[in-house]
């Protein structure tokens, strides 16, 4: 595969997939700005050589299908399930005979060589080595994101910790909010294994050892951020990927191994017996910030890296980001585990970008007995990362749930609270909707009875009448989906139940906005809906109609609401404004219109937290 960073944006370069950026770029919200309009208008990779450091700073590496799959040795992210599949189904098969045994001996013996391999002596990425006073992290460009944002935030770390206990390595991806030259935060949620190292070395009443890695082959960084079970390397997940192990070196300044190739190491601990650090806001993965609260803070011991060291960076935000071309590979990926360990039935998983991984999946069951959904949702909603899933649509197998048509069709003719399948649990700590961080309800629709052939489309209601306090409607997906859309302002008395009782009480769903939503096409109001709703709180029935309550949740609103409720994350007038001017010096191409002039309609003051 890849011996480094450099490797890849050269392959992408000679591919037509990489624009070099020589004008000098400030890591402070313009590359932010640059990156969102590019990736939501399906372009390049940027390299920006001018950051105001020694270094570039790479964006947008796997901003679309065919980066993600160059990133992992592909020409389509269709051939690694192929490969996925054959390797696990050639290891749970029975094997009665001798001869079937031995049969899979030579792919034992592939798969032995995936491990990854520590080397004597040091690496690339220690070409430099700065340690002491000299480890500095002000001479790295790291991305202030987005203008609520608490800080400048590393983005794209491998974040190493090991179990004190057993020594099992962990390499998770926490985002780091630079407090100054020789400290950061370390945002590892409740449920991550970096977390629940931390409290091991609580307990020890030992400091934590912990080594970033930023870089290398791609295949590391993706591993950092696929659902690989607990106990099992990602460097394993990275080996299968490239097709050879990962090289290890030890680190500088404590034990832990990191790959040989990659471009940055910063090495250093976290001291359990000190107090948590205020850490955000940060314009998050699920388009809003996450706000402040408090984390670990973690000490650099040594920054180290490669001559030619590349620094990577990504925003994510409001989809369609680069992180969602990121979930499709995991996709696919992990299809076939879910299928031969967890629910043989699944045939299709399915995460829609608007989604935002967690919020909303799709899957495909070839149904088998009665309540095969049911315990399909429940084992699910119990596996791995998928415990964090809000809503889940189980369509029968076969239906292509990646096509629109079809979904919608599969829409129209459930009944959905008939279809409900409802829940409590765990959910994304960045969940802002819940009362309680990181618990709340979940909701799955059996779609699987929805029947065969041709739905027809609904009748739109003629005449629509004010109703239950709402006066603003939007029927545009009505006839297809079965969705009215309502609108009214936060925290007004409304009754959407009324209003579909009086004018649509053959509609499948009613959602009901801020009135600053009016206009956003489709997948903007899926992302919204999912988003600021809680499926026990928000969801009502009204005769056969799924009624949401999907507007901000303002502070004070209610005993079962949230505390605090976040902004959406957008870019300010002033940056905006800024890239418009020096669109022409980057040398990118046509004029991108921002992404943030949509977005900036949604905003409540302009702070992090809705005002």
């Given amino acids: 595969m890849y011996g480094g960073l450099r490797e890849y944006i050269d392959l992408l370069e000679r591919e037509g997939e990489l624009v070099r ?60 399930p192929a490969r996925m599949e054959r390797l696990l189904g050639a290891a749970l ?47 790295l460009p790291v991305l202030r994101c987005w203008p609520a944002d608490g800080g400048r935030f590393v983005t794209l770390p491998m974040v190493h910790t090991a179990d004190p206990e057993t020594g099992a390595v962990n390499v998770g991806m926490y985002r780091m909010q630079v407090f100054d030259e020789r400290t950061t935060g370390m945002h590892w949620h409740m449920h991550k294994t970096g977390a629940k190292h931390y409290e091991a070395y609580r307990r020890a009443g030992r400091r934590m050892p912990v080594s970033v890695a930023l870089g290398g082959d791609p295949a590391c960084t993706y591993s950092a951020v696929a659902p690989v079970p607990e106990g099992i390397d990602e460097y394993l997940l990275a080996g299968f990927l490239r097709g050879r192990p990962v090289r290890l070196v030890k680190c500088v300044t404590n034990d832990l191994y990191v790959p040989a190739d990659c471009d940055f190491v910063i090495e250093g601990y976290v001291d359990p017996a000190e ?125 292509d749930v990646r096509n629109p048509e079809v979904l919608a069709g599969l829409l129209r003719a459930t009944v959905p609270e008939k279809a409900a399948i409802r829940g409590e649990g765990v959910l994304d700590v960045l969940d802002h909707a819940a009362a309680v961080t990181g ?90 809906g999912t988003a600021d709703t809680d499926a026990s709180r928000d969801i009502r029935f009204c005769g056969g109609t799924l009624v949401a309550d999907a507007r901000a949740k303002l502070p004070g609103s209610g005993a079962d ?27 990118i191409g046509g004029l991108l219109d921002s992404p943030s002039r949509t977005w900036r309609r949604l905003l409540r003051g302009d702070g992090a937290a809705v005002e």
């Fill in 275 to 399: 107090e948590k650090a205020v850490e955000g806001p940060f314009g998050d993965h699920t388009g809003f910030y996450s706000l402040e609260d408090l984390y670990p803070r973690f000490h650099v011991t040594a920054v180290t890296h490669r001559r030619d060291a590349v620094w990577p960076a990504t925003v994510v935000g409001i989809p369609v980001q680069e992180d969602y071309y990121m979930a499709q590979a995991t996709e696919k990926i992990f299809l076939a585990p879910i299928r031969l360990a967890l629910q043989p039935g699944v045939e299709v998983l399915y995460m829609p970008a608007a989604g935002v991984a967690h919020n909303l999946a799709v899957v495909g069951l070839r149904v088998r007995y009665p309540g095969h959904v049911r315990q399909a949702v429940s084992s699910l909603w119990g596996a791995g990362q998928m415990m964090f899933n809000k809503y889940m649509l189980v369509a029968p197998a076969g239906a």
């Fill in 93 to 139: 098969s029975p094997k009665g005979t001798l001869a079937e045994k031995m049969g899979a001996l030579p792919l034992l013996g592939e798969a032995a060589r995936w491990f990854p391999k520590r080397l004597r002596g040091r690496g690339a990425c220690q070409q430099v080595v700065r340690t002491g006073g000299d480890a500095s992290l002000a001479a």
């Fill in 21 to 80: 950026v020589k004008a000098c770029v400030n890591p402070a919200e313009e590359m932010t700005e640059i990156a969102d309009r590019v990736v939501k208008h399906a372009g390049k990779a940027l390299l920006f050589e001018r950051t105001g450091t020694e270094f570039p700073v790479a964006m947008n590496l796997f901003g679309s299908p065919r980066r993600m799959a160059l990133a992992l040795g592909a020409r389509s992210l269709d051939e690694i």
């Fill in 439 to 528: 618990y709340g309800g979940k909701l799955a629709l059996d779609l699987t009875g929805a029947g065969q052939g041709p739905v027809p489309l609904l009748d739109v209601p003629e005449r629509v009448r004010p109703a239950g306090g709402i006066a603003e409607w939007d029927l545009r997906f009505y006839a297809q989906w079965g969705v009215a859309v309502l609108f009214a302002e936060p925290g007004a008395a409304v009754d959407a139940a009324a209003f579909v009782r009086e004018n649509c009480p053959e509609a499948r769903f009613a959602v009901l906005f801020d009135a600053a939503a009016r206009g956003l096409d489709g997948n903007a109001l899926l992302w919204l």
């Fill in 561 to 587: 609401c949230p505390s605090r409720f976040p902004n959406v994350v957008a870019s300010s007038e002033a940056t905006i404004a800024l890239v418009d001017a020096r669109w022409a010096e980057y040398g």
